[in-house]
């Protein structure tokens, strides 16, 4: 009974903090800044989300392999000890770049958590064009990842820094074009204007069904490519975060932990967190891309309309922070699925995949898209 | 290959004008007397004639005035059997050198190392002879086997070795230039592959030099686990060396038991005399173990090429073997089962009736494995085509088990040279002809099936009757040769007694052994992320090979430990580490 206590008093204490922004906002707006960048949907619930999802993916990965699994704040304890650990440079490494590198991996994937629409169409940072400026910081990671492979001086290292490399090569075309697809329905680059825009897997069979202005059947047939380049996505997205089938960049039983090898305490730590943000941010971006982001769009104007007496804003919050947790979830599932039935692919191979097969598929879909952009 | 009838084995030698030594146990083994000059001559017409070419292992024998040394061949006899003809040859102590087979037979590469190693005799051309289980700074007239050297040189050698400054400096130029030279001339750099990596269970150290991501050489090193138990055999008798035999090994501890009682056996004239229900009992314990090798080791070969879900679902599976096994036994690892002229515990009607059942679950759950990883496509295209071994190659190499089944060599100890209550029973081999990791798999998954029906079949069957005859304590004076088909592959061993209560010389060849020099072969050419599958391919155990046991160095003491001792002594090494941390 104690630790249920515990459990919900924490919970509470959570959810204070996460939408403390909203009522500071009214009687003190210059605040709001700070607070959206700092708690929420800012730093501190990206972290707790990326720790979320990071004991989500464990946990489902456990049960699925017939295993108990962490227990829920396990990640944070995981934190913490690597916190407390020894940090050590060792002798023959490129100095400046291995002590810096892990700490810009960070930094990195929080300015990529701030695209990331989490509680409204817009992420904290929104502008025409930041879809491609957020491909750009995932190749400027996946650089990273191959200068600290070098750095390292390790015959492991580097052999995990060029795969590392030479992966990012093979799977950065075919998810550029996975969300190119989205964006030409959308008629913008910018990721907040595809999220309005309403062309994803949940909006529009929503909308047929419901009727909106502009909307007939037909426009069901865009499923089709656009499921094709959702899978595509998702599995780029397990490439980005080195998980199997896609991790010989990683591979600990060949080359042991590859780039990360070197690394201990805290700069094992940024590294870790570094990916773990990557997953809850691409978790986002992807539900953003295909699933509509935050909210349920085509049912808001239903609901205000019919059944909503009472402060809007808040439940405005509530609706799309559950359905983009729900989302991003289903996002999760996925790759972890991926990762617990599948087997690692050696380098070629994965270059094989993306080259041969998701390219010409996401090409294909690409098409099949402007297709029925002029049919219909 | 050609049969030898077993009345032409003895014209085989008087048409090669040698004189047969003795014919123990005929026709299963042969002792021929060769002069040390006409060795290889013979071995060549062997081979050309005859068609023999798997050489199982090389003994060295301390004589008085000489140094005997018994190269025993692997002969095709008719109906499918397989007879041991020991080439015996002489030479003198003042002068120990003998010309070296590597050229005829590749697959002699390391077992020349480890007689040199061991008995300090000087193989001629043989391509790269050093020491390979002790350390390379031991003094370099110390060869622990030798009968003039006692223990306590041994000890001081290994102490010193340590101290030995200019071999150290040796080795230490010696590791600088394998690093550097390397990158420079031959390839582009070298990957160190142990004595610790993730790859790998047990200590072994691969030294790979890569050009890009393919494996240009590969140099080997062993003995980490080496800790001389053929020396710890001849200061024991008879009936403690049954447990310090069962602990060569921890996945094959019960071949080897079973291996060495059937050797001492052999050597007491006692084989006929086993009951029956001690044999099928030594059946059902070999199966048993069989079935939980085989279980872990593709659920490891899963786990190294990424597919952990597979690894987590055969080690569950495999607990239900290790229950039986230790309802049986009351143990997981050493099961101590077996006794020289039969076996130590019955297994009673009431544990059969729950094993069966428990077996037939297991079946089940295996054909499940087999269907998961015949039909996962990501893990296929890691497995297929990769490190292919083709059958000449195998044969040159004297590639044994499972590894040699996959390439299509036919040929499997429990058929072909009966033990235990193989021959009374029905089984089919598995054979592959494509030589590659896939084949291994399949091979290995087949055989776990083999193996559980083959446990039900004896444990339905199980004839009535003694478990075991006394033996009196001291051991006529003789010697004896017994092969076992462990889970990986053909055990040989080899008893020597001088009549005493102790054995004169005890010579172990695990199967890991024999199975290395076509593994070296293999890594070369692969892909760097295609290493730890090649290795894991033939089932490595390094245990064996090595063959371990605790000695305490400064006491001269073997301990007896048990597991309070061996927590004490846990916490006393951490407190000791942590003082030295803090310091």
Redesign the interface.
Known sequence: MKNEYRFIGCTLIYTVIIFSPFYIWKRFPVMIDLLKYFVFPGIFFIFSGALFYSWVDRKIYAQ????VGPRFLQPIFDVLKLLAKEDITPIGVETPEFNIIPAMQLILTLLLAFFTPIYMAEGLISFEGDLFFLLFLLAVLAGSIFLLGWSTNN??G??GGSRAAIAELSLEIPLTIAFIGPAILAGSLRLSNIVQSGFNLIDIPLNVILGTEGFTSAHLLYIIPLSILFYIAVLSANAVLEK??F??AH??????GGWTIELTGKKLLFSHLANLVLEFTLAGIIAAVFLGGPGLRPLESLLIDRFWIGPWDLFYYVINITTFLLKTTVIVFLITTNR??????????LVQYFWRYYLPMSFLALLMIIYLIGVL | MKNIKPETLVEVATSLNLTIRELRNYPSDCYVNVQAERLIEIIKILKKKYDVSHLSTIVVQDIDEDYKLLYPFSVHLPEEKIGNFILDVKISKCDPKINSIVPEIPGAFLYEQEVFDMMGIHFENHPNLKRILTPDTLPKDLFPLRKNISSKEIRDGLKNARKNKEAEEKLKEYIRSEQFEYISEKSDYAISVGPQHPALEEPIRFIFHVEGETVKNVELRLGFNHRGIEKAFESRTWLQNLYLAERICGICSDSHQLCYVQAVEKCNEISDEIPERALYIRTILAELERIHSHLLWYGVLAHNAGFDTMFQYTWRDREIVMDILERISGNRVNYAMHTIGGVRRDISPEQVLKIIPKLKELRKRVIDHQKMMMNEKSFIIRQEGIAILTKAEALRFCAVGPNARSSGIDVDIRRNDPYAAYNQLSFDIPIRTEGDIFSGLIIRLEETLTAIDLAVEALETLPQGKLNIKVPRKIPQGEGMSRVEAPRGEDIHYVQSNGTNKPERFKVRAPTLANIPSLLHRLIGVQVADIPPVIRVIDPCIGCMDRVTFIDLKKELRLNMSGAHLISRANRAYRLGTKILNL
Do not use: F, G, K, W
């Open positions: 699925m392999q017939n295993r015959p492991y580097l052999i199997v089938p991790d010989p591979a600990e039983t060949e080359i042991v617990t039935v599948l087997s690692r692919l050696r380098i070629d191979q």
